[in-house]
């Protein structure tokens, strides 16, 4: 994979150094938030044993902090974008006739880089070939599970860079998943995806983010290993602010793994407050 990455960067750097004109970076900070969530877990007992803590958590209401930035560099009809998500939640229970008792709800880490060529134009939107790559892992390990280490290589087509269609995607996946170091695991896998934008009104957003994943192959049996995995969020954002806003939101996780009989959820609904702008890093402007 390293020879991968360096051959790609080798070479997009020739039109990179190049270009004299056109050239555009920004830091979109797509959400600096605090969202308060009351989630509700199905079939949890399936999944004690697995390394995502979202198909095992308890039905509780619970406090998340959220990363999501990215910086993006677009060159002519080359888009490079390297962002990082992070978000932790954890409550603390002390019911009155037992000890304090401390549960994980989110746990992430993800810092990926992807690099789309627009070969195609219809319009505001384009079309062409995307490549990325990416690394999860968590925070810190959860009970009965070693914490979560996985790499991630996508090649496929992707629509974006639309004021409503930001991102959507379908690709190959190549996962390694070293979360059992004694026994790693070689997957591959589709994988689809989307993140979309729309205004309803001035000062009123709704957006949605998500991927569904099909795994195919395994290069050996780790029995919490996914076959399935759906993940989508849906949040509305009203400005408060300058870049503050705050909104309902709701987000939804559903998957398989390859020893259990049904399928865990995962499913939060909440009030998100968020810090939400677009900085211009070559002009030093922002975008509300």
Partial sequence: MKKALL???LLVLPFVASADDGRELYLDIRRIGLDLSKTSVRHAGAYQNSPIQALKADDQEFIRGVW???????VGDLHWGNALFMEYGKTTL?????????????DKFLLSSDLAWARWHFGDLKF????RAEYQTEFVASNGAPRMNVVRANAGLSLFDHPIIKSLYLTGLYEYDFTYTDN???KGAFEAGWRLEYAIRDGVKISTNGYYREYLTYSAYEPTDLKRDFSAQLRMDTNLWNNFSMGPYVQYRIAKSRDADVYGSNLMIGLSFNYIVKYDLLNYDSEE
């Fill in 7 to 9: 051959s790609l960067f």
């Fill in 68 to 74: 999501d930035t990215a910086l993006q560099y677009n």
């Fill in 94 to 106: 002390k019911p009155y006739n037992s000890d304090r008792i401390t549960n994980e709800n989110a």
């Fill in 128 to 131: 062409g070939p995307l490549a």
């Fill in 184 to 186: 790693p695991v070689n």
